[in-house]
Nanobody, 121 residues
Framework: QVQLVESGGGLVQAGGFLRLSCTASRRGFIIDGMGWYRQAPGKQRELVGLVNNDGRTNYEDSVVGRFAISRDPGKDTVYLQMNSLKSEETAVYFC???????????????WGQGTQVIVSS
């Protein structure tokens, strides 16, 4: 299994910044990509950003230029730097990993427990 542990959520004023971290434990698995999703109250979970093993990133349109995702493969850790936060970005932020068992090709999807981000207006 792959276990993901997030940290760094909290309360911030609109226009402020936060940095989220997520560390994976992955015994017997290879992680091919990591990233972040978020789920606001009453809404569906949505992609924030992803980074794969060669460093390519993919972001949801509304966060481009404000959020930056990075990964430290040696530590199996992914970071999300969030700048110029908006009140509508209040949500639970979930760490995500796409991984496969050693010797296998089928990908599996893993989620962290989530960390709350509250942006006050």
């Amino acid at each position: 299994q792959v276990q993901l542990v997030e940290s760094g959520g909290g309360l911030v004023q609109a226009g402020g910044f936060l940095r989220l971290s997520c560390t994976a434990s992955r015994r017997g698995f290879i992680i091919d990509g990591m990233g972040w999703y978020r789920q606001a109250p009453g809404k569906q979970r949505e992609l924030v950003g992803l980074v794969n093993n060669d460093g390519r990133t993919n972001y949801e349109d509304s966060v481009v230029g404000r959020f930056a995702i990075s990964r430290d493969p040696g530590k199996d850790t992914v970071y999300l730097q969030m700048n110029s936060l908006k009140s509508e970005e209040t949500a639970v932020y979930f760490c995500y990993a796409q991984a496969r068992r050693l010797g296998r090709t089928n990908e599996q999807h893993f989620w962290g427990q989530g960390t709350q981000v509250i942006v006050s207006s």
